[in-house]
C-alpha cells in the first residue's frame, strides 16, 4: 500500500457493557488488510487495553488509527480527567479504577504498562481536566 | 489434546460451538477471573477457564486469540454473550467444577499452561 490507510472509532463510554467493541472492529480491519497475525494480536490487545481504559475513566473517547506500509499507528483521545502521574500511572500494579470496575475483572493496574509492551512506541500525553491522548505505533517489519 | 476431551473431562456442557469445531486441537490453557491479568501475562494459551461473566470475557478471549472458553462453578454467560462468541468462532463450554479442580484436570491429562504436557 503506498497510501496511508485510516480508520476512525468512537468509543462509547456510556455503558460498560460495549467497553470493546472498537477494538472488536479494528482487529477485524487488520485482518482483512492481511496483516501478520502475532502483530494484529500485539497492536489489539493495546488497543483494547486503552479502549477499556477510555470507558473506566474518560466516558469513552476516539480511536484513529493509520496504517501504512512501515507500522499501524493508534492514537486514542479523550476529554477525560487527564493523569496527574504519568510515572505512577506507568507502574505496574498502579490503579485508580473504582472497585465496580474490578469486579467485572479490570483495573488490575497493568493496563498502560501491558500498552507499553506490546507496542513499539507509546506516548502520553495528559493534562489534568482537558483529557489525555495516548499514541502507539507497531512495526510492521 | 482436542476440545472435545476437554469438553468429556470437566463434564461440560456445549453452550455454543458445533461439531467441527470440537475436534480442533488445544495446547496450553490459563484460568482468571481477572481480564487484566489474562491480558497482562497471557501468551499463546487457546483455553480460557474463567467465572465471570461479562462480554468482556468474550471480547479478551477474542483478542487474545484463544478458541475455547469454560465457564466454572456453574457460571453460565448471558445469550448475548453467547452470540458474540458465535460471531467469533469461539467454542462455550460450562462446567459445574470450580476453578482449581477443572484446571487440575485439564493439567493432569496434559494440558499445561505452556503447552501439551508429555506424558
Known amino acids: 500500500m503506498s497510501e496511508a490507510l485510516t480508520f476512525h472509532f468512537d468509543v462509547n463510554g456510556e455503558d460498560f457493557t460495549s467497553a470493546g467493541q472498537a477494538s472488536v472492529r479494528f482487529k477485524k480491519n487488520m485482518r482483512e488488510l492481511g496483516v501478520d497475525p502475532e502483530i494484529i494480536r500485539r497492536a489489539s490487545i493495546a488497543m483494547y487495553e486503552g479502549e477499556i481504559n477510555m470507558v473506566i475513566h474518560a466516558h469513552g473517547g476516539v480511536a484513529d488509527v493509520e496504517v501504512d506500509e512501515d507500522a499501524i499507528k493508534i492514537v486514542l483521545k479523550d476529554r477525560g480527567p487527564g493523569i496527574p502521574d504519568i510515572a505512577k500511572a506507568m507502574q505496574e500494579g498502579y490503579s485508580t479504577a473504582p472497585d465496580n470496575i474490578r469486579s467485572l475483572g479490570f483495573g488490575a493496574g497493568m493496563g498502560l504498562p501491558n500498552m507499553k509492551r506490546y507496542t513499539d512506541e507509546m506516548q502520553i500525553e495528559s493534562t489534568v481536566g482537558v483529557g489525555t491522548t495516548v499514541t502507539m505505533k507497531i512495526n510492521l517489519n | ?119
Not at chain 2, 461439531?19 to 480442533?24: N, R, S, V
Not at chain 2, 468474550?58 to 452470540?83: G, H, N, Q, W, Y
Open chain 2, 1 to 119: 489434546m482436542k476440545i472435545k476431551e476437554v469438553k468429556e473431562l470437566l463434564d461440560a456442557e456445549l453452550l455454543c460451538g458445533d461439531e467441527a469445531e470440537l475436534e480442533k486441537d488445544v495446547y496450553s490453557a490459563c484460568g482468571s477471573d481477572m481480564m487484566s491479568d489474562v491480558l497482562a501475562y497471557v501468551k499463546d494459551q487457546s483455553v480460557l477457564l474463567t467465572g465471570l461473566v461479562n462480554p468482556q470475557v468474550i471480547r479478551t478471549a477474542e483478542m487474545m486469540d484463544m478458541i475455547c472458553l469454560v465457564f466454572v462453578r456453574s457460571k453460565k454467560p448471558t445469550p448475548e454473550m453467547v452470540s458474540l462468541a458465535h460471531e467469533h468462532g469461539l467454542v462455550v463450554l460450562a462446567t459445574e467444577k470450580r476453578m482449581y479442580e477443572a484446571c487440575g484436570i485439564l493439567y493432569s491429562n496434559g494440558l499445561t499452561s505452556k503447552g501439551v504436557k508429555k506424558r
